[in-house]
């Protein structure tokens, strides 16, 4: 689990594919000096496991699964990676929950320079956009944000210079590519709420129903 802070930007060295699995190396100057193998980061708000460390190249493989939800199999040498390690339990949950587990991508519909902040509005494919709400939390690249304003197919969030800084939202133009994560509440609740009994009624709208709030 993550929590949408990164906490450094990555250099991608090589994306090489290798019968079904794709390696994707990534140079990283600080979390690289506390990882293991096995463990868990967040690339570009995909959930990795560490599969070679050596120095301070972190790599990676990629399944085909990955490289067709989420933004990864476009990266080039170079391009900049946001990096998360997986939260501790001692950790501050101080964006929100973040799996790691991208629901679709996203596209760049405009960037506006506002004062110092940028207004960035996202393509949304539209099996996302009941997951969104205003002022609620989505994970962009990883990146946690505020959700500032809704339309039937895209979302806006304001970009502070901080998080411009300090994360790939920064470097990004109009028609790239973002991997998207809504958040996992509204899909429990989701789940609960249109769960299907055998008789084809969901238990929760039935207990509702019975008790006359419907």
């Known amino acids: 689990m993550f ?109 506006t320079r506002v004062g110092e902040t940028f207004h960035v509005e996202i393509e949304t494919p539209e099996a996302l956009m009941r997951y969104i709400v205003k002022k609620g939390s989505i994970a962009v690249d990883g990146i946690s944000l505020t959700v500032a304003d809704l339309s039937e197919r895209s979302f806006k969030v304001v970009i502070i210079p901080h998080t411009a800084k300090v994360t790939t939202i920064g470097y990004k133009k109009v028609g790239d590519t973002v991997n998207l994560e809504t958040d996992i509440i509204g899909k429990y609740i989701e789940k609960f709420i249109t769960g299907v009994t055998r008789g084809g009624e969901s238990t929760l709208m039935e207990k509702l129903r019975e008790g006359g709030f419907i």
């Open 3 to 111: 929590t949408g802070l990164v906490r450094e930007l990555g250099i991608v060295e090589s994306l090489r594919k290798r019968a079904d699995i794709t390696k994707l190396a990534v140079r990283s100057e600080e979390i690289s000096k506390e990882s293991q193998l096995g463990d868990s980061i967040s690339v570009n708000g995909v959930c990795l496991t560490v599969t070679s460390l050596e120095g301070e190249l972190l790599s990676f493989d990629l399944s085909d699964e990955t490289l067709r939800n989420t933004n990864l199999g476009m990266l080039k040498k170079g391009d900049y990676v946001n990096l998360e390690p997986s939260l501790r339990p001692s950790d501050r949950l101080g964006g929100h929950i973040v799996t790691g587990h991208v629901d679709g991508i996203g596209r760049i519909k405009s960037k």
